[in-house]
């Protein structure tokens, strides 16, 4: 495969080539050069908010397919484990269930709520045994409010993801933040993963895509702020339409903001408004279609209807509209990247930059 390069200076750096995104190797070799070295959503706090509470996930599936398990033990620590018994690969719990303890249903290899061993039938005899391979493998979790996050890999910390956000936003209360299942929404987009998160990662489409997100917010003061592993669009209001109360110990104190759109890479969408947080996971599938889930949890409900976060749903049609025909268009033979606008797409380029070096 050919080795990616972006320069770091946006003035004269070229796009991604279009293998990219057309070679079945790039999107293979993705999955442990990207995604397994990243941070994933997986799950949130009611889920495993009392002890005993135990729910398994896939993570990423259809793409890593990682058979993950939440738990929450006596003591109310959440873990994040493996479910795959260490025996013989059997998933250890298939539905979500309360339980004292964790035992596989095909051969009773017994563990604790933590992923501890704690036994086995007829492995009297064996020597060596147990040893620490025999617990439930278990993961890093971060939690951000009511969000949990881990990382299959665990090289680069958390912080490193996250903490420009947090700081950015200490000031609301994201504990308060309440998951709304029947608000949220999954959109199979017929396109490239790495496309929708472009799309994403520039406001400069707005005023020809999305006219009325347009008529809320003040495209001339719309800016991109770049961190090592983030970064944030900030949707300014034009006057008289929604936007946050900010308090003096925000560092926008003073500023009309309708929206702030943080992406963590490679495929994290925290869209904060005034009525509370929109985020976007965006799932690969294949080289041409991605599964893009909505979560939605809900902090202030009489703003839930205004302002940039009013019409998500419409936003997200006109979005993969055009995402799609730009799936159709990167195939083309006579297409193979170009520069970036210098003001508009530095969050495109600085993602390019992220691919580029971890795929190195």
């Known amino acids: 495969m050919e080795q990616l390069f972006v320069d770091e200076n946006i003035a004269v750096a070229k796009t991604l080539p279009t293998l990219f995104y057309t070679d079945p190797n790039y999107f293979e070799a993705s999955k442990e050069k990207i995604f397994a070295q990243s941070w994933q959503f997986v799950g949130e706090k009611s889920l495993v908010d009392a002890p ?16 993950l398990l939440l738990t929450c033990d006596k003591n109310k620590q959440v873990h994040c484990l493996s479910n795959v018994c260490t025996h013989r690969g059997n998933l250890v719990i298939t539905e979500a269930c309360n339980a004292a303890h964790l035992r596989c249903k095909y051969h009773g290899r017994l563990f604790d709520l933590d992923g501890t061993f704690r036994a086995m039938p007829e492995f009297k005899e064996v020597q060596n045994f147990p040893t620490k391979d025999d617990n439930l493998h278990s993961l890093p979790l971060f939690h951000l409010g009511p969000l949990l996050f881990t990382s299959l890999n665990n090289q680069l910390s958390a912080h490193l993801f996250f903490n420009d956000m947090m700081q950015r936003m200490a000031w609301l209360p994201l504990n308060d933040f309440i998951f709304r299942p029947e608000l949220s929404k999954e959109y199979q987009v017929k396109a490239h993963w790495a496309l929708y998160c472009e799309n994403y990662l520039e406001g400069f489409h707005i005023p020809f895509v999305h006219a009325d997100l347009n008529a809320v917010i003040d495209y001339g003061n719309y800016t991109t702020e770049l961190f090592p592993y983030s970064n944030l669009q ?108 210098v003001t508009l797409e530095q969050g495109t ?12």
């Open 52 to 67: 005993g509470k135990c729910y398994p996930v896939s993570l990423l599936p259809n793409y890593l397919n990682e058979p």
């Open 234 to 341: 900030v949707g300014v209001a034009k006057d008289g339409e929604d936007c946050f109360d900010l308090p003096p110990s925000s560092p926008d104190y003073g500023k009309n903001i309708a929206a702030y759109y943080f992406w963590v890479f490679p495929n994290l969408m925290f869209n904060f408004y005034p009525w509370g947080l929109s985020l976007n996971v965006v799932q690969p599938v294949s080289m041409a279609e991605t599964k893009v889930c909505f979560y939605a949890f809900v902090w202030d409900e009489s703003k839930r209807k205004k302002g940039a976060g009013a019409e998500l749903d419409k936003v997200e049609l006109e979005d993969e509209e055009v995402v799609q025909q730009v799936q159709q268009g990167i195939r083309s033979r006579f297409y193979n990247g170009v520069c970036y606008s």
């Open 349 to 360: 380029h600085h993602f390019h930059q992220l691919i580029a070096a971890f795929r190195t």
